[in-house]
């Protein structure tokens, strides 16, 4: 597996979810792929629910987006197990936002405060796995203006 982008994340539990998740990823594909979110939406399902992690099985039908965000005070980890994301992210400081392909069989890390908009710009549904750790316990939205830092919009509170 992309052992190496795993070890970049500080938290051990964290990356051995992801790892034995992944040795799953035909089972999980399939299980991903019965959740039909409607179209343009995702759908998704927690596979592990403790306070320290939590990972999600997540579907994506094509045009699916989140919106800019973060992922509050976790660090999380994602595999794409089929198809293809392109994700729009900022470096902390800079305007300038970064586009990037995350596709099948990739592992990205994501650190304390990465804040990104991801879409299934493809035209399958993509399935991905997301371990986050500590366990989420809210997201950030923002918006976007055109050409300046992206402002605090919502918090969405994950756990109570
Ligand atoms: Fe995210």
């Given at each position: 597996m992309a052992g190496l982008v795993a070890d970049r994340c500080d938290d051990a539990r964290a990356a051995a979810v992801l790892s034995e998740l992944v040795r799953d990823a035909r089972r999980l594909v399939a299980r991903g792929l019965t959740l039909g979110p409607p179209p343009g939406e995702r759908a998704w399902l927690r596979l592990v629910d403790e306070l320290d992690v939590d990972a999600w099985l997540i579907v994506w039908s094509?045009?699916?987006a989140t919106g800019m965000h973060d992922h509050g005070d976790s660090q999380g980890i994602v595999r794409v197990l089929r198809g293809s994301l392109l994700?729009?992210?900022s470096v902390r400081g800079r305007t300038r936002e970064r586009v990037r392909q995350l596709r099948a069989g990739t592992t990205t890390f994501l650190a304390r405060g990465h804040r990104h908009d991801v879409v299934n710009a493809g035209r399958a549904?993509?399935?991905s796995l997301h371990v986050y750790a500590p366990g989420l316990t809210r997201m950030n939205f923002y918006s976007v203006p055109p050409a300046s830092?992206?402002?605090l919009r919502e918090t969405y509170?994950?756990?109570p």
């Open positions: 094509p045009g699916a994700e729009r992210y549904e993509t399935v830092e992206p402002s509170p994950v756990r």
